[in-house]
């Protein structure tokens, strides 16, 4: 029986209410704490596309400016080669006899020529070159006709180009032309341009295919500071005649890179070379900067040892290195990256500064919620449920106590509970009772079999009732004989259980007290049962002696299932009914007793109709042909093991179906005088 809850207990319902619902809201703030690092998590990534966005469209903003120098370099050179397939190759007096040749001057003191004398210096650029004028090879008058049309197209550079801050061609004769125009004083002829890398990319040998190219950032003064050149070879067929330029000023780029429009983080452009060309600090003064610096200069601490990483990162995908965000775009007009790099913890900050105050809102209205359920479950529930409790544990103690002041709905709680209680107590003290008689009854089933070299025996009896109404019995009669029963009461539970003890001790008392045949005997004991039997029940059994010396077998069937007599060969046969009627049932019948004589290796097993009547799930009996299958053609070796093999069989064929009725199966084999040796079930104890 369960104990009745204590007073003890109704006083530690608060406290478990209180530590269930601080662990509940709890879970409740960290699911919530969850969902909102959740919805941080989400927005991060959201506001990662954005920046891409910017990104990408800042760096089509510098595509846009690169394309634009390297298309206008393209649009000279295309208009230098048209003018020399075009025109024949001028001669030297035809040449310096017109404009804009006959601008060309010679300074002798200085041993140079130039364009000093172009009336409109808006119009083109100048022209500087070693040496004389005169007298010189066909191809110089053809360059220079050539670097004359180009300074005079010059021109649309500053309409079209404002990054533009210098273009140049450069001539294998030892002269150039500069765009903007400027004396010769200050635009000499340097021979050292050989040397530099925009002439030296765009020799035949490093450049065969002819195409445009970025050379390295160089410094073009204090007035223009660095410049990244966008440079072309030019020729007249096959022969090289020298290389076009056109120089963009970074400090225009920096401006450019001032423009992007992200709070967060800051961009820089990367040449080929791993070489800064834009970054809002290392250019904060453009023009004063006359070295690039190179990238390790211009990331984070934490990022300076992942250069290679950072160049191979596939273009415009975000990425997380050492805890900065890194977007690396790559241009196409030029080999060059745009870089975005930013502090994850400081994107993390500004969501969190975002979302902050809704989130705020929200806790503080998830905790003024948990307050109002904390204060109304407490005075509409738990403190009704603790006075229930103390009023269950006065009744549980037989100290009826008044209904305490709870709300109007508890009240029939309160009402009904008390009504139960007492009522399950009643219950309880009733399963009690049933447990001491099915206690009673399973004491007085033999627990022991006998152990006799003729025959071994053994048998099991399961009630479907905590007081079932089957038994059985085996005992010594006369001369030597066993006594063996197997019987079925009507119905069920306490009642029955009685009626079978009466019977079994009025059965025993009558087959070791006397020598009357067995039917007398049966009948004997069917009168005494039906005297006084105002309910009318009654008992089947079957009743047997046998004769361990000869293996004769004598027995009465009264109203019950025939046992089954299972040979050593694998034979099944059912013993003949000898049509008596159940015991109790009315005095004065007459009971015939029947023979049958037992071989060496048969076996005899008795059952009550629990097992051929057990059903399955949809309502189909075990049935007699079942059970003689389980045995034809395969003999059991010993009693245990045919009782067994049939209740795992019915458990089988129930397949979990609950059974109405008690099952009862006891097994005799007869090993005759000259037994052979079993398994050790002779020694088991009876089970039930």
């Known amino acids: 029986m369960t104990s009745a809850p204590s007073s003890g207990q109704s006083a530690n319902l608060f406290k478990n209410y209180n530590r269930l619902i601080g662990v509940a809201y709890t879970l409740l703030i960290l699911a919530l704490t969850v969902f909102f690092g959740y919805l941080l998590d989400r927005k991060l990534h959201e506001e990662i596309d954005l920046i891409r966005g910017h990104v990408a469209r800042h760096g089509q903003f510098f595509e846009f400016v690169l394309r634009s120098s390297a298309d206008q370099l393209e649009t000279f050179r295309m208009s230098a080669c048209a003018s020399q397939r075009d025109q024949i190759p001028a001669s030297g007096p035809t040449l310096l006899a017109q404009p804009p040749g006959a601008w060309l001057h010679e300074d002798a003191d200085r041993r140079l020529f130039h364009l000093d004398a172009l009336p409109d210096r808006d119009a083109g650029g100048n022209l500087v070159g070693e040496g004389s004028l005169h007298a010189r090879a066909p191809e110089f008058y053809a360059d220079l006709s050539t670097a004359l049309r180009i300074n005079s197209e010059w021109s649309s550079l500053v309409f079209n180009l404002p990054n533009a801050v210098q273009a140049r061609f450069v001539s294998i004769h030892r002269f150039h032309a500069v765009l903007p125009w400027d004396r010769s004083t200050e635009l000499p002829f340097d021979p050292e341009v050989y040397d530099s890398p925009v002439w030296i990319l765009g020799q035949p040998a490093n450049n065969p295919d002819r195409e445009k190219y970025w050379a390295p950032v160089s410094f073009a003064g204090l007035d223009r500071g660095l410049v990244a050149p966008v440079a072309a070879p030019l020729y007249q067929g096959q022969r090289f005649v020298g290389v076009l330029s056109i120089d963009t000023s970074l400090d225009y780029l920096n401006r450019l890179n001032a423009d992007f429009n992200y709070p967060l983080g800051f961009t820089l452009l990367v040449d080929q070379r791993q070489q800064v060309l834009t970054h809002p600090e290392l250019y904060a003064k453009p023009l004063e900067v006359e070295t690039t610096p190179d990238l390790a200069s211009a990331l984070p601490l934490a990022l300076i040892g992942e250069i290679d990483r950072l160049r191979q990162l596939p273009s415009g995908q975000p990425a997380t290195v050492n805890g900065y965000l890194v977007i690396r775009h790559a241009l196409i007009s030029a080999p060059w990256s745009l870089f975005y790099i930013a502090p994850v913890s400081a994107l993390w900050l500004e969501l969190a500064s975002d979302m902050g105050a809704p989130m705020v809102g929200v806790l503080l209205g998830l905790a003024l919620l948990m307050v109002l359920t904390y204060v109304l479950t407490s005075r509409e529930f738990v403190g009704p449920a603790a006075k229930l409790v103390a009023h269950i544990a006065a009744e549980s103690n037989f100290q009826p106590a008044t209904i305490p002041i709870v709300p109007s709905g508890w009240r029939p709680w309160f009402e009904t509970i008390t009504h139960a209680f007492r009522e399950s107590m009643q219950l309880v003290a009733l399963r009690q009772e049933l447990e001491i008689a099915a206690t009673m009854q399973q004491s007085i089933l033999p627990r022991h079999w006998p152990k006799h070299p003729g025959y071994v025996l053994w ?188 209740l795992a069989a019915v458990d089988r064929f129930a397949g979990g179906v609950e059974q109405f009725d008690d099952i009862t199966c006891v097994a005799l084999r007869y090993r005759g005088t000259d037994p052979a040796p079993d398994a050790p079930a002779d020694t088991a104890e009876a089970t039930s």
Request: overall charge negative; hydrophobic content about 40%; charged content about 25%.
């Open 459 to 646: 048998g099991t009896m399961r009630s479907a009732r905590e007081v079932g109404g089957d038994f059985y019995d085996h005992f010594e009669v006369a001369d030597r004989l066993r006594g063996l029963v197997v019987a079925d009461v009507s119905g069920k539970g306490i009642s029955a259980g009685l009626f079978g003890m009466v019977s079994k001790t009025l059965l025993r008392s009558a087959a070791t007290s006397g020598d009357l045949p067995i039917g007398e005997m049966i009948a004997k004991v069917n009168d005494s049962l039906a005297e006084d039997n105002e309910s009318c029940m009654f008992v089947t059994l079957f009743y047997a002696r046998l004769d361990p010396e000869t293996g004769c077998l004598d027995f009465v069937n009264a109203g019950h299932p025939a046992p089954l007599l299972i040979h050593a060969d694998g034979g099944v046969a059912e013993l003949a009914l000898t049509r008596g009627m159940a015991l109790g049932a009315m005095d004065g019948l007459d009971y015939t007793a029947a023979s049958v004589q037992l071989r060496p290796g048969d076996t005899l097993l008795m059952f009550s109709d629990g097992v051929t009547e057990a059903m399955n799930d949809t309502d189909e009996e075990f049935g007699t042909k079942r059970l003689s299958a389980l045995f034809l053609d395969q003999p059991p070796p010993d009693p245990r093991t045919a009782v067994e093999r049939v």
